[in-house]
Each structure stands twice: as structure tokens, then as C-alpha cells.
């Protein structure tokens, strides 16, 4: 099973973009589906996340009311929706998956999945 990310591009602040993360022969019900980023010079931080257990989503607090995480479930696709964006939200964003994880343990964890990213970039 692959992830496989689009949708990033280059944009200026206060504008949005919808990354996409195709997930062939994933069942949305067993994996929490995540979308981190990573900027030059820093760690990989956790963004948002659809949890396997109760599909509610949670969101890194510098995104939240800016940033919708969504499944299509029929599709195996999850969607990154960013409003507002900010120069500091300029990053890699990367797709990750773990079987029955957890959005606090995936970063690290070796049984996390991860897709090979997609640029954005925010200009001023």
C-alpha cells in the first residue's frame, strides 16, 4: 500500500490550497491517517490526524480553525484543506498512516507509513 501526496504549490499568504494523500487499499477504519510537515532546519511536526477509532480529527494548535483535515472513504483519499496560509506555514507535507496508532506516537513510531511529501510554500 502506498501513500502518495499532491496538491502543494506555491502560494501567497492569506491564501489556500488542498493537499490530497491517495491511499490505495487502505481501510480508513483501522489506520489513523495524518498529515505532518517538516521545514528546512527543523523537525517533522504533527499537523493534523483522522483517529481509526472514532474518525474525530485533531489538529496541531498552529492550525487549528485554519487547516480541515477530511477522508473519502470510497476513494482511500485524505485531504488537507489550508486557509489563511502564513510564510510559517511553508514546508513539506508529508501523508502517514499507522495501523490502529495514534496521532502522539506516530512521528517516531517505526510502524508509521509515510508518502514522499509534497512542497508548500507561502510567500509574503
Known amino acids: 500500500a502506498q501513500l502518495v501526496e499532491s496538491g502543494g504549490g506555491l502560494v501567497q499568504a492569506g491564501g489556500s490550497l488542498r493537499l490530497s494523500c491517495a491511499a490505495s487499499?487502505?481501510?480508513?477504519?483501522?489506520?489513523?491517517m495524518a498529515w505532518f510537515r517538516q521545514a528546512p532546519g527543523k523537525e517533522r511536526e504533527f499537523v493534523a490526524a483522522?483517529?481509526?477509532?472514532?474518525?474525530?480529527?485533531e489538529y496541531a494548535d498552529s492550525v487549528t480553525d485554519r487547516f480541515t483535515i477530511t477522508t473519502d472513504n470510497a476513494n482511500h483519499t485524505l485531504y488537507l484543506q489550508m486557509n489563511s496560509l502564513k510564510p510559517e506555514d511553508t514546508a513539506v507535507y508529508y501523508c502517514?498512516?499507522?495501523?490502529?496508532?495514534?496521532?502522539?506516537?506516530?512521528?517516531?513510531?517505526?510502524?508509521?507509513?509515510w508518502g514522499q511529501g509534497t512542497q508548500v510554500t507561502v510567500s509574503s
Open positions: 483522522v483517529s481509526w477509532r472514532d474518525g474525530l480529527p
Open positions: 487499499e487502505y481501510n480508513f477504519g483501522r489506520y489513523t
Open positions: 502517514a498512516s499507522s495501523l490502529f496508532g495514534s496521532a502522539q506516537t506516530m512521528r517516531n513510531s517505526r510502524n508509521t507509513s
